[in-house]
Structure formats: structure tokens, C-alpha cells
């Protein structure tokens, strides 16, 4: 029964198996070393069908040489310490010829040495030149050592040498941080079921049977592309071992595919528009909160009271516009399937709003309150690198922001918003000589609550200037949504599937911000730093070829630190010159962002 319900397993491989952002090889070796002890009739029968579905999405992806080859230890006798089944003939052979080598595996063993075994592939298995080569133990049992001169040292560092990836089927406990034992495992993330599929989480610990860890999980680890299975959820059959067969294929053809000529950098849409919308964002918020404190000018100049710095935080009652100037630069680091990136572009931006006071005391204040409502508008233009790479991503951009602000004498405000972008992107993609060119457009969503105090101080030295500073704490919610229209690629290249995905977010900051007067002419500044933490992963895999291959998009970094930098001077009553710096940084991205630009009260 058991048996079946493997065999089974195999109808998802073709819904399992994707193509991993990083370059794809176009030769591929994969052996299997198995366990030929007496517990492991299940597993031998579910190789073949495995191998079959394998190999159609490797082919699909544009692997061209697919190699397989199968070794057996622990079945006793004079290979228990490894032993080569011939796959067509050969060490190395077809899907199909694997499937007939693998009706030669037995079930008499009960010592094996999964060390004995990689050695013995190394030495005596003769493999492809220039493909990936991907080892996958499968073994239910821990280390029986059969050679002692063999250690995790001296085999991890045989591995790497021969630039060998290994994945550890065994009999393991593999937790993630919310403490759910996991189907895999590739070391950083953790493989958890979710019905007949399987989520991405943090990894938090691994274990097994006796020396099970130490010596098969961490050696897996040790190698490039490294995973590790549990067996036990293949055994429990159903849903369980479907999610565990779809993790499986996953990490083996990660490894297989390894580096090569093909690169599909998917993350490279959402990364570009991320920066220009939480930018674009983060600008309109700057001018919606007008951080230069307004003071009168042309003869001397008077605030008599902290009171007088409240009631001129939101300027006179009016129409107001602006415009600005941004540079942008950054990079975002390779992890996972994602893929490097530099980036560089500009635009500009422009926007109006009003400012009144309320016909009332609406908080019960004592005083009237303020109320800011307004809207922005920008073009973007982007140029994305692939880092080391003559591929590119061209993208332009227009943006509309509409946002309200609310403020009472007390300092207390609140800001609303809600931003649309609209993006063209023009994906050159560069294998060998040949130039793959892809069109395509996408969106932007994002909407956002913040609340905060502003606590001004009235500051004065007689005679030599006048001003305050101002500390505001603030917290805020949003959420933010990025889509991209499928496409195919010019010259015979990939098609491309729609994608999107958004996730909530919260920010806590603070800010402080300094005005001083000079003779009349007043100049003011802030600093701002916030803590952002996205509340999802983002983790997902794009059909390509009409779903007969899968690209990975890894998430984003959930957590990120914001740093921005204002001065500027008022030029008269009326209108302001500014510039600023903004700064993101999280584990895997640095970004950056200069803008000068001009406010004009009418």
C-alpha cells in the first residue's frame, strides 16, 4: 500500500518543480545513492516516476544533457559499502534507463554507511564535464561507520572540491520558528506543509535519529544548494507526501539547474517599483507635514510663545505647491533564487494642496484644528542592471498620490493616503549572443495611516536668532500591492505568467526638526529615522511556458531601516527651497535617494 500511495506522489513533480532565478545550466548530472537495508521497499519504488517527472521539467527548462545515475549501499555483501547499478549501460543514463536500474535495488542489508557510499560515487562514477552534479542520499537509518578514515571533514571537503551538491533524504525533525515540524529544509528556510503544497518559513533547528544530524543534515548544508527531507512525511502518505514530493523536486532541480546561460530575474520588477513608490511615497508625505516651521519676515522677528510655533506647523490657510528633483541609487544583494542588482534613474514631482482651518472644535481642543488635503503627481525613469551581467530592465514611470492631513493645536495629527502607479518595463535578458527582449507593463498600490505628535519648543537667543525644535514620534500601518502583466520574450525566449503580491506593513519612528532664524532670513531641518517591519512573506513561484516550469521570486526583507535627511531655507513668505537624503537599508538592499525641490504658498 505503501508503495502506491508513492507511486502516486508523482503527479504533482509537474506542478512541483521550478525554474530558480539564477542561471540555468545545460548539463546535468544526478545520482541517487539509496539505502538497500530492509525498510526502504517505499522509497525504491518511488524513485523511477520521480526521476521521469524530473527530467520532462528539467528538459522544459532547457537542460539539454540529463544525466542519471544510481548507486546502492547497505544491502550487504561485497558493495555494502557502495555498489554502481549500471543505468543504460553506463554510470550514467536516461530517465528511462534509471527507471529499469532501479528494479535492481534489494532490501537485504542492515549496516549503511552513507559516507562509504559518496566516497565510493566520487571515485568511481565518471561524470559529465561542465554539468551540475547533484548527489541525493536516501536513507532511513544513521551512520553505521564502515570507514573510519571518513569524516564529515574530510567528505564535506571531497564534495565541495568536486563541486557536488547533496541532498539528505533521511529521517529527521526539522522545526521552523513558529515551532511546526517541517517537510525540508535548505539550510535558511524551512519547508512547511500546507495542504497538498508547502510554504517557506524560518528555519529554526534540525535533528534526528543518532548521529542522523551530524553527520547527513549538516553535510548537506555544507555543500552549495544543500537540503534535507524527512522522510517520515513521504511514509505518512496523502497530503503529506504529496507537500513532501513538491519540496523534494524543488530542491533537486534547484541543484540541477545550478549556473549556466539563462537568467530570469523576476525579483528585478517588484525591487524597481518598491523603491519608486515607497519614495514617491515618502516625498509626498515630507510635503504634506511642511517640516519648515513658518515665521514671519521683513523686519524683526517676534514668537513670543510655544503656542505662536503650533499654530504655524501647518502654515497660513491656503493653496500651496511644490515640486521636486530625485536621483536614485542602490543595489540589492543575491539570495536565494534572487538575483543581484544595481540600479540607477530620476524623476520629478509635483503636487498641490489646501490648507484650512475647521469651523469648530472638533477634539475639544480649546482651539481650531487644521485640516490638509492635496495630491501629487511624478514621472519616473529607471535603469536596472543585473550585476555582472549585460542583461537590463528599462522602466518608466507615472505615479498619482492623494493623502489628507488632520492637525490640532495640541500637536496630535493624522495622515491618510492612497497611491497608484502605473510602470513599462522593457526586460532585456542577454544569453551568449543572443538578446531576449521582453514588454511589459505592471502597477502599484499602496495605502497608509499614520499618526503622530508633533512637541515643539519655542527657542530664542536675543538678537542673534529665533526659532524652535520639534520631536515627534509617529507609528503608521499601510499595505502595498505590486502586479505585473505576463509577456514572452522576443527570439524564441520564455513566456512569462502574470504575478503579484502585496503584503501589510507597520512603521514606528521619530522625528526631529530644528528652524532658526538668521537676521530675517529663517532655515530649517530634520532628521528622521523609522523601523519598517512587512507583516507577510512574499515568497512565490511564476508559471512560465504555460506552467510547464516555475520561476521563484524570493520575499522581500521584512525588516528595514529608514533614515532621512532635510535642510532648506525660506526665501520669503511664501516659498522654500529644500533638499534631502533617504536612506533604506535591510539585510539584502541599500538604497538611496537625493531631491531639491521648491514650495510655494499662493
Same mark, same amino acid.
Given at each position: 500500500?505503501?508503495?502506491? @500511495?508513492?507511486?502516486?506522489?508523482?503527479?504533482?513533480?509537474?506542478?512541483?518543480?521550478?525554474?530558480?532565478?539564477?542561471?540555468?545550466?545545460?548539463?546535468?548530472?544526478?545520482?541517487?545513492?539509496?539505502? !538497500?537495508?530492509?525498510?526502504? +521497499?517505499?522509497?525504491?519504488?518511488?524513485?523511477?516516476?520521480?526521476?521521469?517527472?524530473?527530467?520532462?521539467?528539467?528538459?522544459?527548462?532547457?537542460?539539454?544533457?540529463?544525466?542519471?545515475?544510481?548507486?546502492?549501499?547497505?544491502?550487504?555483501?561485497?558493495?555494502?559499502?557502495? #555498489?554502481?547499478?549500471? %543505468?543504460?549501460?553506463?554510470?550514467?543514463?536516461?530517465?528511462?534507463?534509471?527507471?529499469?536500474?532501479?528494479?535492481?535495488?534489494?532490501?537485504?542489508?542492515?549496516?549503511?554507511?552513507?559516507?562509504?557510499?559518496?566516497?565510493?560515487?566520487?571515485?568511481?562514477?565518471?561524470?559529465?564535464?561542465?554539468?551540475?552534479?547533484?548527489?541525493?542520499?536516501?536513507?532511513?537509518?544513521? #551512520?553505521?561507520?564502515?570507514?573510519?578514515?571518513?569524516?564529515?571533514?574530510?567528505?564535506?571537503?571531497?564534495?565541495?572540491?568536486?563541486?557536488?551538491?547533496?541532498?539528505?533524504?533521511?529521517?529527521?525533525?526539522?522545526?521552523?520558528?513558529?515551532?511546526?515540524?517541517?517537510?525540508?529544509?535548505?539550510?535558511?528556510?524551512?519547508?512547511?506543509?500546507?495542504?497538498?503544497?508547502?510554504?517557506?518559513?524560518?528555519?529554526? $533547528?534540525?535533528?534526528?535519529?543518532?548521529?542522523?544530524?551530524?553527520?547527513? =543534515?549538516?553535510?548537506?548544508?555544507?555543500?552549495?544548494?544543500?537540503?534535507?527531507?524527512?522522510?517520515?512525511?513521504?511514509?505518512?502518505?496523502?497530503?503529506?507526501?504529496?507537500?513532501?514530493?513538491?519540496?523534494?523536486?524543488?530542491? &533537486?532541480?534547484?541543484?540541477? &539547474?545550478?549556473?549556466?546561460?539563462?537568467?530570469?530575474?523576476?525579483?528585478?520588477?517588484?525591487?524597481?517599483?518598491?523603491?519608486?513608490?515607497?519614495?514617491?511615497?515618502?516625498?509626498?508625505?515630507?510635503?504634506?507635514?511642511?517640516?519648515?516651521?513658518?515665521?514671519?519676515?521683513?523686519?524683526?522677528?517676534? &514668537?513670543?510663545?510655544?503656542?505662536? &510655533?503650533?499654530?504655524?506647523?501647518?502654515?497660513?490657510?491656503?493653496?500651496?505647491?511644490?515640486?521636486?528633483?530625485?536621483?536614485?541609487?542602490?543595489?540589492?544583494?543575491?539570495?536565494?533564487?534572487?538575483?543581484?542588482?544595481?540600479?540607477?534613474?530620476?524623476?520629478?514631482?509635483?503636487?498641490?494642496?489646501?490648507?484650512?482651518?475647521?469651523?469648530? *472644535? %472638533?477634539?475639544?481642543? +480649546?482651539?481650531? $484644528?487644521?485640516?490638509?488635503?492635496?495630491?501629487?503627481?511624478?514621472?519616473?525613469?529607471? $535603469?536596472?542592471?543585473?550585476?555582472?551581467?549585460?542583461?537590463?530592465?528599462?522602466?518608466?514611470?507615472? =505615479?498619482?498620490?492623494?493623502?489628507? %492631513?488632520?492637525?490640532?493645536?495640541?500637536?496630535?495629527?493624522?495622515?491618510?493616503?492612497?497611491?497608484? +502607479?502605473?510602470?513599462?518595463? !522593457?526586460?532585456?535578458?542577454?544569453?551568449?549572443?543572443?538578446?531576449?527582449?521582453?514588454?511589459? $507593463?505592471?502597477?502599484?498600490?499602496?495605502?497608509?495611516?499614520?499618526?503622530?505628535?508633533?512637541?515643539?519648543?519655542?527657542?530664542?537667543?536675543?538678537?542673534?536668532?529665533?526659532?524652535?525644535?520639534?520631536?515627534?514620534?509617529?507609528?503608521?500601518?499601510?499595505?502595498?500591492?505590486?502586479?505585473?502583466?505576463?509577456?514572452?520574450?522576443?527570439?524564441?525566449? %520564455?513566456?512569462?505568467?502574470?504575478?503579484?503580491?502585496?503584503?501589510?506593513?507597520?512603521?514606528?519612528?521619530?522625528?526631529?526638526?530644528?528652524?532658526?532664524?538668521?537676521?530675517?532670513?529663517?532655515?530649517?531641518?530634520? =532628521?528622521?529615522?523609522?523601523?519598517?517591519?512587512?507583516?507577510?512573506?512574499?515568497?512565490?513561484?511564476?508559471?512560465?511556458?504555460?506552467?510547464?516550469?516555475?520561476?521563484?521570486? !524570493?520575499?522581500?526583507?521584512?525588516?528595514?531601516?529608514?533614515?532621512?535627511?532635510?535642510?532648506? @531655507?525660506?526665501? *520669503?513668505?511664501?516659498?522654500?527651497?529644500?533638499?534631502?537624503?533617504?536612506?533604506?537599508?535591510?539585510?539584502?538592499?541599500?538604497?538611496?535617494?537625493?531631491?531639491?525641490?521648491?514650495?510655494?504658498?499662493?
Amino acid at each position: 500500500m505503501r508503495g502506491k @500511495v508513492l507511486g502516486n506522489i508523482l503527479q504533482i513533480a509537474t506542478g512541483a518543480i521550478f525554474l530558480g532565478t539564477t542561471a540555468l545550466s545545460q548539463s546535468a548530472d544526478v545520482i541517487f545513492l539509496v539505502d !538497500e537495508s530492509g525498510s526502504m +521497499g517505499g522509497e525504491h519504488a518511488f524513485l523511477p516516476g520521480f526521476v521521469t517527472a524530473l527530467d520532462t521539467q528539467l528538459a522544459s527548462a532547457g537542460v539539454v544533457d540529463r544525466n542519471y545515475g544510481l548507486a546502492g549501499f547497505g544491502g550487504g555483501g561485497p558493495g555494502n559499502l557502495g #555498489r554502481t547499478l549500471p %543505468v543504460g549501460g553506463g554510470d550514467l543514463g536516461s530517465a528511462a534507463d534509471f527507471g529499469t536500474a532501479a528494479g535492481s535495488l534489494v532490501l537485504t542489508g542492515g549496516f549503511e554507511d552513507g559516507y562509504s557510499a559518496i566516497d565510493y560515487v566520487l571515485n568511481n562514477y565518471t561524470l559529465t564535464p561542465g554539468a551540475t552534479t547533484t548527489f541525493v542520499l536516501v536513507s532511513d537509518e544513521d #551512520r553505521d561507520n564502515g570507514n573510519a578514515a571518513l569524516t564529515f571533514g574530510s567528505i564535506s571537503a571531497d564534495l565541495n572540491a568536486a563541486g557536488v551538491t547533496l541532498i539528505s533524504i533521511v529521517d529527521a525533525n526539522i522545526i521552523d520558528t513558529n515551532g511546526d515540524f517541517a517537510l525540508g529544509s535548505d539550510g535558511t528556510n524551512a519547508f512547511v506543509q500546507d495542504g497538498s503544497s508547502f510554504v517557506v518559513t524560518p528555519l529554526d $533547528s534540525t535533528s534526528g535519529v543518532g548521529t542522523t544530524d551530524a553527520d547527513y =543534515i549538516q553535510l548537506a548544508f555544507s555543500t552549495p544548494n544543500g537540503c534535507v527531507g524527512d522522510l517520515g512525511f513521504l511514509r505518512s502518505g496523502g497530503d503529506a507526501a504529496t507537500a513532501f514530493a513538491e519540496s523534494l523536486s524543488t530542491c &533537486v532541480f534547484v541543484s540541477a &539547474v545550478g549556473t549556466g546561460a539563462l537568467t530570469l530575474p523576476l525579483n528585478q520588477y517588484r525591487d524597481t517599483a518598491s523603491v519608486i513608490a515607497r519614495t514617491h511615497h515618502s516625498a509626498t508625505r515630507r510635503m504634506a507635514m511642511a517640516s519648515d516651521t513658518y515665521y514671519p519676515t521683513g523686519g524683526s522677528v517676534d &514668537v513670543s510663545s510655544n503656542a505662536q &510655533v503650533y499654530d504655524d506647523m501647518m502654515g497660513v490657510e491656503g493653496l500651496r505647491g511644490y515640486a521636486q528633483v530625485t536621483g536614485y541609487n542602490g543595489n540589492y544583494d543575491a539570495f536565494g533564487a534572487n538575483v543581484a542588482l544595481d540600479y540607477s534613474g530620476g524623476g520629478i514631482l509635483v503636487g498641490v494642496d489646501h490648507t484650512r482651518a475647521l469651523n469648530g *472644535d %472638533v477634539l475639544n481642543e +480649546g482651539e481650531v $484644528s487644521m485640516l490638509r488635503y492635496g495630491a501629487s503627481v511624478a514621472y519616473n525613469n529607471f $535603469s536596472t542592471d543585473l550585476t555582472g551581467s549585460s542583461s537590463s530592465l528599462d522602466t518608466r514611470n507615472y =505615479i498619482l498620490e492623494l493623502y489628507a %492631513v488632520y492637525e490640532n493645536r495640541a500637536g496630535f495629527y493624522g495622515i491618510a493616503d492612497l497611491q497608484f +502607479g502605473s510602470y513599462d518595463f !522593457e526586460n532585456r535578458r542577454v544569453a551568449g549572443a543572443t538578446a531576449y527582449v521582453g514588454n511589459t $507593463s505592471g502597477t502599484s498600490y499602496q495605502a497608509e495611516i499614520e499618526i503622530g505628535r508633533r512637541m515643539p519648543k519655542h527657542m530664542t537667543n536675543p538678537g542673534v536668532h529665533d526659532g524652535s525644535i520639534q520631536f515627534t514620534p509617529f507609528a503608521a500601518l499601510g499595505w502595498e500591492k505590486y502586479d505585473v502583466d505576463g509577456y514572452t520574450e522576443s527570439n524564441g525566449g %520564455v513566456t512569462v505568467d502574470g504575478f503579484d503580491e502585496d503584503t501589510g506593513y507597520g512603521r514606528i519612528g521619530f522625528r526631529l526638526a530644528n528652524s532658526r532664524t538668521r537676521g530675517d532670513t529663517l532655515y530649517f531641518g530634520s =532628521i528622521e529615522v523609522a523601523a519598517a517591519r512587512a507583516f507577510n512573506d512574499t515568497y512565490q513561484m511564476v508559471p512560465l511556458n504555460g506552467g510547464s516550469s516555475f520561476a521563484v521570486i !524570493e520575499g522581500i526583507d521584512q525588516n528595514r531601516l529608514e533614515v532621512i535627511l532635510e535642510g532648506g @531655507v525660506k526665501l *520669503d513668505n511664501n516659498s522654500s527651497l529644500f533638499a534631502n537624503y533617504e536612506g533604506r537599508f535591510s539585510d539584502n538592499s541599500d538604497q538611496h535617494a537625493l531631491s531639491a525641490g521648491l514650495r510655494i504658498r499662493f
